[in-house]
């Protein structure tokens, strides 16, 4: 699969993702349905945390602060919070943005670093199918 095709992909499934969630009133957004242990405020937030995950795996270099780790990396829980996590509106800014980090660090790296993004993509997609669901159950 070539370089600029997996970016697209990414660009796409966030895209998707943005889309599901626009305009979705604040009080939905924290809603944990039935069987998940989350809510769409942490799906967000996992998502970015973890294609900061991949970033640092790239560079050696984490774009986010550390707080991001701590309320959305994976095996935590919007019930274990304590304290304000970073906002809607920062994550879902972040959410479009960070694709251009990615696509940054792929170009001016080499194509071993192009291949790591591929089962990166694969987390991204079943994150989209949670947040897709998630938004009709809430």
């Not at 959305?72 to 920062?90: L, M, Q, R, V, Y």
Request: charged share 20%.
């Amino acid at each position: 699969m070539e370089t600029l095709s997996l970016l697209e992909a990414l660009s796409q499934v966030r895209r998707y993702q943005f889309a599901q969630i626009d305009g979705l009133p604040a009080e939905r957004r924290i809603v944990i349905p039935k069987g998940f242990r989350n809510h769409l405020h942490w799906q967000l937030g996992h998502n970015i945390v973890e294609t900061d995950n991949l970033l640092f795996k790239l560079t050696g270099e984490r774009q986010l602060p550390t707080a991001f780790q701590y309320y959305f990396a994976n095996g935590t829980s919007p019930k274990a919070w304590i304290g304000e996590p970073p906002s809607w509106d920062e994550l879902t800014e972040l959410l479009l943005s960070q694709c251009d980090q990615v696509r940054n660090t792929i170009e001016t790296d080499n194509y071993e670093s192009a291949l790591q993004l591929a089962p990166h993509l694969y987390h991204e997609w079943l994150h989209a199918g949670i947040i897709n669901a998630m938004v009709k159950l809430v």
